[in-house]
């Protein structure tokens, strides 16, 4: 917890401190416990009695002016008026605009607007009240200040609203109707589609005393050629701003110009802190220099959570440079739903008092806070970067008010409020004890609010205009909503003159306090997002005081050998005394790096294992399942406790990043804590029922026998334990062969789980040749069971082997290989494809079953896209995977090396090369292939599976969407299948009739998590069950009949055994 | 045995295996809990029939029961916000479901039932003791005016050749356990999907058809993600930032 006492702040001398000592406060804030936190935060942004009233007499006086300023309705919310988007008709245009403007052909134009008209599909959407009717209330939400249920509609009603929609408008009429809500919206939203245009028409508020601060619209850069587009749209929005009179007066409302870095860069992320140093920094400061010339302030706008510390790093390098020094005009946003808005405020305030020049900061409250939620729960972060209340990131913003506005921040920072909050606007002006801040409001938004605002209070006040294409309005439009969320409400509630004033003029101090916890219970903490288990820890390796740690603890496994060897009845061999063949492990990047060493086992050894386990089978399997359990619950607690160690471990052994590695130990641990739960659910109870011969029979699930489970070296820990958790905690006993490649991981994990407690005749390690161990082990007919994830080729080996035994089939689940595919139609959004493209094929070095193999696009959006990946694939670091800056890291081992070179020189040479990452001195000791896009004529071209990072396209036409499915279900393979498209019907169709196991809709198609997306494949990429789903464990149980059974029909009690 | 002879047994077979396949997806795309209605409209009709007793009947009633908590068309699972995901089970393919002339039929029945409710066509003999059986499905086929889901061959011979194809999905057998292990070999040699055998060689027991969850050995899974966000927002979550 820190130890940083919030209302100190306020205390003159605390920005003197040193600016090391301020910026140490800011990161251990990251995720601080939220209601600790707004308990330190309240005092400051609590009102004195004097300042109630007068915020209280303020905030109701602007109110009532504004509800009697008879323009006020027209002026705010136009839209809302004109086009009625609290109708289900309206929500629905709108989801139809997201998409429809960029959609270039007529066809799938027309399908889109059936889509989201016909009849037939707003049933569907009552049964599965998913994506369209979420993203129709979010329209709703976004557009008219609160969430239209569409949800509690009945059936009829929603009939009847689309009954009314088709017969008011029919598809040429909605055409135009979706032209004119543009339109109306463009007007709205964006000042105008130039720089030239929007000061044109921003004209007459800078007569009325306003100023503005341009941004220019667009989404974030994913290509270099894209980032230089952005730069040169900022160059010249800054030169044209700069020869305005205005700014060549240098007058105080002269205009300013905001900067999104994400346009400016494509990797502007943690990862990459030495590009974003240099590259980006060079950038920035090429705008400053033409900005500061011609006397244009710059601001910096605030994005993700994530890359908050390092854009506070580049912003003092760009700040501190002469370039910058002793202009006063480079300024920054800050948001204050973020937990360490105050202490990044402070050390903002102490840099100014330092160099002297002061800073211009925009407050505002943050516009992806629903993204940043979502983001920490999947990555099973200990807590939220951001408050989970609204009033709790308000009263947030009001303490970060207070400070701004304490009398010796004066001269230091130059605070913007941005806010369309009566409210707010009256706390600010009463709370101020300098005048040196300006209060900032949207275009479009709060006109008539702020018009009364300077009558009242004189105060300077900067629109924040956005400029750009219609085109491009949607994404910033979301965002900006989402951010003024609560303002846009506010709006609306502000000219419905039922809504009470006293509504409106609650101090969010009181609305906070009114809650039964500062914390919103609702939002339950990223750890607890299962209610039957714990979510597995991760740490954000993006936050300096969440990385510091668990790099050092990496660090001291640098040089570390590891030897490993079988493991029977408990004991590990590594010495080569009895005959056995030592093999040496070395580092897949880096081969003259020794990692360790593994024996291999014997005959002996094989033996040994077998005669343990099958002894020791009916003791465990009579075992309570609770202390099985428990072993794993013990295990997964042991795998988070050597995380460091782990992650050394994939590093070297295995050539996985850091993000993977994580990854991998995290679903090591998911699989035990949920394998655990569902046996304990599943088998602690007997259950009597009626049979289908009327016999009474007391049923209970128990173990099979002796499995062997035999596992890949993609996933070294997570597939290796995953396997044998579910059949160890049945009550079966294991014998466990790991891939070659990576035994040193499974030895230290079989060595955890002794430590867990699992009996050492349980569970025994056989490391050694796959195809002698694997051929020892399941030919003999003491094994009940064999799991086994691999290529369809061993699986069919693994099956005869088992099939030649004279007995009864064995329980054998294999988990195979793939051809998976993405379908990409013209609806779909080109950037949102790219990222997840990139990562579906590349991410792992696409050494994952699930990774994408062959892109269907449609042929109308197909050369951007492909342009696109082509950009974003050149900014690809491919390298040393420990490295936090590697995106790609090197294959597993020479022979797949060898496959994956062989297969690209044979497609290259028949078809088009598209793109291929080049790859650098890092790479010249290692096994690296580098990351590859070949565009190839039709799917019949691959006939195998290619495991690695190489990524095949093939274009289609939209009247081929059919055809394309049905090529990709003939191959027979059918584990995972991406579709990217904004039409319901379509990814319907496409998801109901492609036959895999595993379908992602608009996002990537890789990490499938446990529990939560349970995973596996038909055909030839399975035989079921999905691992991690509720179906796995049963598969290593069978059903056992208590003996004493009643027949229905006799009265006499009779036994029989079925076991 | 003559090439041409040969030719026309593939063919044969050939023809089988795309009926069964047809049928397969046809069956396969009819909502569970409609399926297992028509089952329980067919095991009504096997009571009816005298020649086989209760017993068939009722078999198909127990996994039916037991079916309906086991497989789903669409079961929502927990996790992180803004994402949906859907994990429903369907029919692997065609099943070929054998059984010995002295196995019970209430067996033969139990993999054929479970074979049906969990979505797979399923081929078989059309021998003498099986008649009542399709009959009666036939006519509640008939009657609902779905297609049929069971193919038959003329025998256990031809069944032979039709399991050698990758397309069958798994085999169902009653019977002994040498035949059982044989036709695992057969199963085994062939290229393709592994298929599933299930066998029930406990002719008095009857310890595998006993198991209430008998119908999971004849699904396969699908899970089904969808990023709710993609259009921008997560209306769900802002209602909770708002809530108490």
Partial sequence: MSSFIAVDTLREDFIESDLATLWSLISPLYMVDESFWLQQLLPLATPSKDEFNLINDHAADLIKRVRKDKNAVHMIDALLVEYSLDTKEGILLMCLAEALMRVPDKETADALIKDKLSVADWKSHLKKSDSVFVNASTWGLLLTGKIVNIEKTTKKNVTSVLGNLVNKLSEPVIRQAMNQAMKIMGHQFVLGRSIEEAQKNGQSFIDQGSSYSFDMLGESALT??????????????????????????????????????????????????????????????????????????????????????????????????????????????????????????????????????????????????????????????????????????????????????????????????????????????????????????????????????????????????????????????????????????????????????????????????????????????????????????????????????????????????????????????????????????????????????????????????????????????????????????????????????????????????????????????????????????????????????????????KGKGVFVCISPWNFPLAIFLGQISAALVTGNTVIAKPAEQTSLIAARAVSLMLEAGFPEQAIHLLTGNGAEIGSALTSDTRIAGVVFTGSTNTAQAINRNLAKRDALPATFVAETGGQNAMIVDSTALPEQVVRDVVRSAFASAGQRCSALRVLFIQEDIAERVIELIKGAMKELSVGLPYLHSTDVGPVIDKAAKDKLTEHIQKMAKQNTLLAQVELNDSCSKGDFVPPTAIEIDHLGQLTEEQFGPILHIIRFKSSELEQVVDQINNTGFGLTMGIHSRNETTYTQIANSSRVGNCYINRDQVGAVVGVQPFGGQGLSGTGPKAGGSRYIHRFTKQVLNSVVMDTDKTDPINFETV | MSKSIQDSNDQQSTSVIKKATSAWLTWNAIEIEQRITLISQWSELLKLQHSLGLLPGQMVDFHSLHAVPLISSGEEMPGPTGESNVLSTSGRGPFVIMAEQDAPIEAFIALVSCALVAGNSVVMAALPEHEDIISTLEQVCTFSDIEMPIVTVKDNSELEKVIINPSIAGVGYVGSEAEAIRLNRVLAERDGQIALLIVETDLEGLEMVRDQSLVLRFITEKTLTTNVTAVGGNATLLALGCGE
């Fill in chain 1, 224 to 701: 270099a050629s894209d980032a230089k587009k952005y730069f040169n749209d900022y160059m010249t929005a800054i030169e044209s701003v700069g020869h305005r009179s205005l700014n060549q007066a240098d007058q105080t409302n002269a205009a300013t110009v905001s900067i999104k870095l994400s346009a400016l860069h494509p990797r502007y992320e943690v990862a990459n802190r030495e590009r974003v140093m240099t590259e980006m920094f060079d950038t920035v400061l090429l705008l400053i220099e033409k900005a500061r010339e011609l006397k244009v302030g710059l601001t910096i706008d605030a994005e993700e959570a994530d890359r908050l510390e390092l854009s506070l790093h580049l912003f003092e390098k760009l700040y501190r440079h002469p370039t910058t020094q002793g202009w006063g005009k480079l300024g920054i946003v800050i948001q204050t739903y973020s937990k360490r808005a105050l202490p990044v405020l402070a050390w903002l305030a102490a840099l100014a008092k330092e160099q002297g020049d002061v800073i211009p900061l925009r407050l505002v409250k943050g516009a992806y806070w629903d993204t940043e939620i979502k983001l920490s729960q999947q990555n099973g972060f200990a807590d939220y970067p951001v408050y989970t209340r609204k009033e709790a990131t308000d009263v947030s913003y009001l303490a970060c008010a207070r400070f701004l506005l304490s009398a010796h921040i004066e001269g230091l920072i130059y605070p913007q409020f941005a806010t369309h909050n009566a409210h707010t606007v009256a706390a600010i002006t009463t709370m101020a004890q300098h005048q040196s801040y300006e209060f900032q409001r949207l275009h479009g938004m709060g006109d008539a609010l702020y018009y009364h605002v300077m009558e009242m209070f004189k105060s300077n006040v900067r629109i924040y205009a956005p400029v750009g294409n219609h085109k491009d309005l949607l994404p910033y439009l979301v965002r900006r909503l989402l951010e003024n969320g609560a303002n846009s409400s506010f709006v609306h509630r502000l000219v419905d003159a039922n809504c009470p004033i006293e509504e409106l003029t609650e101090h969010p101090v009181d609305t906070l306090l009114r809650r039964p916890t500062l914390h919103n219970s609702l939002i339950v903490l990223p750890p607890s997002i299962f209610t039957d288990r714990k979510n597995s820890r991760s740490v954000n390796i993006d936050i300096e005081s969440e990385l510091a740690p668990l790099e050092k603890e990496i660090q001291a496994f640098d040089g570390h050998y590891w030897q490993a060897g079988p493991i029977v009845d408990g004991v590990m061999h590594t010495d080569a005394a009895h005959d056995a063949t030592l093999q040496r492990c070395t580092a897949p990047y880096d081969r003259s790096i020794d990692v360790g060493s593994v024996l291999f086992s014997t005959p002996e050894m094989i033996e040994t294992a077998l005669t343990s386990a099958h002894s020791y089978y009916e003791y465990w399997n009579n075992t309570e399942v609770d202390q099985r359990a428990q072993c794993l619950y013990n295990l997964a607690d042991l795998l988070e406790e050597n995380m460091p160690e782990l992650i050394a471990l994939c590093h070297q052994e295995a050539g996985k990043t850091i993000h993977d590695c994580i990854d991998e130990v995290r679903e090591a641990v998911d699989f035990c804590r949920y394998y655990g739960q569902q046996a304990i659910y599943s088998l602690s109870f007997s259950e009597a029922n009626v049979s289908f011969d009327n016999i009474i029979q007391e049923v209970r699930r």
